[in-house]
């Protein structure tokens, strides 16, 4: 059974940095997107950052580009998310999330098809 499990949340003050994980369990697939999204209060679910399972360009968010990378252990069944310069407006919960169609190419960062979710990390940025 496939199961997403996201770690490494908290509070941070602006400027900070933090890593998040997402160790995936029962994943089956040779073809999907894998990506992380977050959804800060009041506002819609947004796509941060994503990619394909074998490889390619990992696009990311425009607010985030620069700042957040992405990358993944193989051998760990791990998804990272660097996160540098921290920023207020990065207050949000964080999910990793998988694409099992393999579908969503260069519109990865949109959740349409995304069916896989973690429980999500929160990751406060306050002074």
């Known amino acids: 059974q496939l199961q997403l499990v996201e770690s490494g949340g908290g509070h941070v003050q602006p400027g900070e940095s933090l890593t998040l994980s997402c160790d995936v369990s029962?994943?089956?697939?040779?073809?999907?997107?894998i990506g992380w999204f977050r959804r800060a209060p009041g506002k819609e679910r947004e796509g941060i950052s994503c990619?394909?399972?074998?490889?390619?360009?990992?696009n990311y968010a425009d607010a985030v580009k620069g700042r957040f990378t992405m990358s993944r252990d193989n051998a760990k069944n791990t998804l990272y998310l660097q996160m540098n310069n921290l920023k207020p407006e990065d207050t949000a919960v964080y999910y990793c999330?998988?694409?099992?169609?393999?579908?969503?190419?260069?519109?990865?960062?949109?959740?349409?098809?995304?069916?896989?979710w973690g429980q999500g990390t929160q990751v406060t940025v306050s002074s």
């Open positions: 990619v394909f399972s074998l490889g390619g360009t990992t």
């Open positions: 029962g994943l089956q697939l040779s073809y999907y997107y």
């Open positions: 999330a998988i694409d099992r169609t393999g579908a969503s190419g260069s519109r990865c960062l949109r959740d349409t098809l995304y069916s896989f």
